[in-house]
């Protein structure tokens, strides 16, 4: 939700929704430093909100920004600052004598990469050890990811050979990623319930009055939500 409001909803905020979602990636940011979760996500997400506040500054006088344009080139210094800041980010060892990763047997490591789905998580597991990383290239592996992402036909029409002449469905998978949108996939998905006319989470659940609630439930997604907005 944060990165389509980056790509293409800022201008439609109020003066302090931009406030609060300012204050939401520096919360964001914070915690990154701190515990060093999921550092590329947030990396993308304000490269995607620094080019997006560039074309807006440029185009001052023609766009619609709330406010000073003074506080717009503020906000982007600090977007930049940020961007400095997780670049410089140095992963603390991880000091830990039982067991680790790397003693699971094969086939539970190449499990645990069948269940990925986005190729980025695959290449960086890839680079903790060689045998991860002659797990992370098993063809087949790119095979699942790409028949999970994406349609026969999307593929069949940017089939990319490799060398030996078969298809190499890694370098398919990041192409065709740049044509289709990949399957959205989320720890927890917002529902709305089309008998209460409310929204929650799905695992939170909500007390329903429908006789019965499963079939008035619909998964909304982030531009989804967006939309919801839109009159
Ligand atoms: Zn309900």
Redesign the pocket.
């Known amino acids: 939700l944060l990165q389509l409001i980056a790509k293409s909803q800022l201008t439609s905020l109020s003066g302090a929704a931009q406030k609060n979602y300012f204050n939401i990636l520096d919360k964001i940011v914070r915690k990154v430093m701190e515990d060093q979760y999921n550092p590329r996500l947030i990396k993308d997400l304000l490269q995607d909100l620094s080019s997006t506040l560039c074309i807006l500054i440029r185009g001052v006088g023609k766009s619609v920004l709330v406010g000073n344009i003074n506080i717009w080139i503020c906000r982007l210094e600090t977007i930049l600052l940020w961007q400095q800041q997780l670049k410089n980010l140095q992963m603390n060892k991880q000091v830990n004598n039982g067991l680790t990763l790397s003693d699971l047997p094969l086939h539970m490591l190449n499990n645990i990469l069948y269940k990925f789905s986005d190729g980025w998580d695959i290449i960086t597991l890839g680079q903790v050890t060689p045998t991860l990383y002659m797990l992370s290239e098993d063809r087949q592996l790119w095979k699942k990811l790409c028949q999970y992402h994406f349609a026969e036909k999307q593929f069949c029409r940017h089939l990319i050979p490799s060398e030996e002449g078969h298809i190499d469905w890694k370098l398919m998978y990041f192409a065709l990623q740049k044509y289709y949108p990949i399957k959205e996939q989320y720890g927890d998905t917002l529902h709305f319930?089309?008998?209460?006319s409310?929204l929650f989470w799905k695992d939170t659940g909500?007390?329903?009055?429908?006789s019965d609630?499963n079939t008035?439930?619909m998964p909304v997604s982030p531009q989804h939500f967006i939309d919801l907005f839109k009159f």
Not at 193 to 196: A, N, S, T
């Open positions: 319930c089309r008998h209460c409310i909500h007390p329903c009055t429908a609630p008035c439930l």
